[in-house]
């Protein structure tokens, strides 16, 4: 079983859609996090929520809204899609206490045209 | 948290040990140093990650200086498949603010 799983892999998208990156975790874990690593491939942290609750939001533009129903998930909604957004989405969970290590989903490769 | 610094890029020849450093010359007594990778487009990989003490496991070694101000990853026996960009991150274990720097990337030569 995958340990963090995204779906889709891989997404192509136009200009002003509105579209969503689901991210599920079966460890147990009760941090899940957001990064966007764009074409110059630096991992930037977006999101961070421990037990559903919203820790870190970097200065994100507010068209993206991360939604946690419960521990296992954090998806990511994405509205008004723009050229910009054009990256690959990982999403990452660990447990916030222990000095454990994160586990990191395969990525989301979105396009917008 | 503290910052890292790494050079941005390494050689290392196929079966030698490859010795990445990290400074971390800010870093505070209860962060500690994690070592993760990235293969090219996948999602990046755990490696190890120690407080004070080094570290082995069956990927790599942590060495941490005494005064922990820096450290090096060494992978004892680098292969084709280790050519991968390496993270150094220090952070407090319960911190959920986990932050990426440039790395280095590594390129393994046969």
């Known amino acids: 079983d995958t340990a963090v799983s995204q779906t889709p892999k891989y997404l192509v998208t136009q200009m002003g859609n509105d579209k969503s990156i689901k991210c599920e975790q079966n460890?147990?874990?009760?941090?899940m996090y957001w990064y966007k690593q764009d074409s110059k491939k630096f991992l930037k942290i977006m999101f961070s929520?421990?037990?559903?609750?919203?820790?870190i939001n970097e200065t994100v533009p507010n068209r993206f809204s991360p939604k946690s129903p419960d521990k296992a998930h954090l998806n990511l909604h994405i509205n008004s899609l723009e050229l910009g957004d054009s990256a690959v989405y990982f999403c990452a969970s660990s447990h916030s206490t222990g000095g454990t290590e994160a586990f990191f989903g395969q990525g989301t490769r979105l396009t917008v045209v | 948290d503290a910052k890292t610094t790494q050079p941005p890029s390494m050689d290392c020849a196929e079966g030698r040990a490859a010795n990445l450093p990290c400074n971390h010359s800010t870093i505070s007594g209860n962060e500690y140093v994690y070592w993760y990778r990235q293969i090219h487009s996948q999602g990046p990989q755990y490696i190890i990650h120690g407080l004070k003490n080094n570290e082995t496991n069956e990927m790599a070694s942590l060495i941490i200086t005494e005064d922990r101000k820096s450290s090096t990853l060494i992978l004892p026996h680098a292969t084709l498949r280790d050519t991968a960009v390496y993270y150094c991150i220090v952070r407090v274990a319960s911190n959920n603010d986990m932050r990426f720097g440039a790395g280095t990337r590594l390129t393994v030569k046969p």
């Open positions: 929520y421990n037990n559903k609750e919203l820790i």
């Open positions: 460890l147990g874990h009760d941090t």
